[in-house]
């Protein structure tokens, strides 16, 4: 992969809640180059599975309908958790992460999913806060709520800056922690390949 200049946190997370704001006017679609480009392949994948999940729970639509939104389900995650892999090698790359430190459990790439994902949440939720349609109390809890989701938001930010600052400093380490879904491999699906025997 080519160099890629690494973004301030406050700048992915700016882009996550604009994107989120746009593709609910306009067709989604990541844009972007370097790292900006990973970020929003990730954020588009979870922007598409958001909706596709919200799509699962009808139960008006008849069995074939769920039977779709569970494919696309399986494969936005499946794109989700490719594009994560992908930001933290390029991240590897860039960082060049030290071997003799203490390890993060969570890596970068990890972090800003979990910051894609409040985005989300934080838009459909201040939805909620302001519907004309729903009572004094809703709108009162989901203004709560988005409040808890930005004080997670700001404070994921945080911990990823500090993620990333002390990985600079050499002090603090990650490695690419590969998901290796079975279920989507039909080698490694039981009732997908004992189907072929």
Known sequence: METIALPEV???TARQAEWTALWHAVSP?????GFFRLVAENHLRNFSLWHEEDLARRDDLGAEAVRKSKRAIDR??????????????????LLHPRENVPFNSETPGMMIDRLSILALKAFHMAEQAGRGDASEEHRAKCAFRLSVINRQIADLSGALTSLLDETRAGTRSFRVYFQFKM????????QLYSRKA
């Open 29 to 33: 679609a990541a844009v972007g180059e």
């Open 183 to 190: 279920y989507n491999d039909p080698s490694t699906n039981p």
């Open 10 to 12: 406050s700048q992915i």
């Open 76 to 93: 936005f995650n499946q794109e989700r958790n490719d594009f994560v892999e992908q930001m933290d090698k390029a991240l590897v790359e």
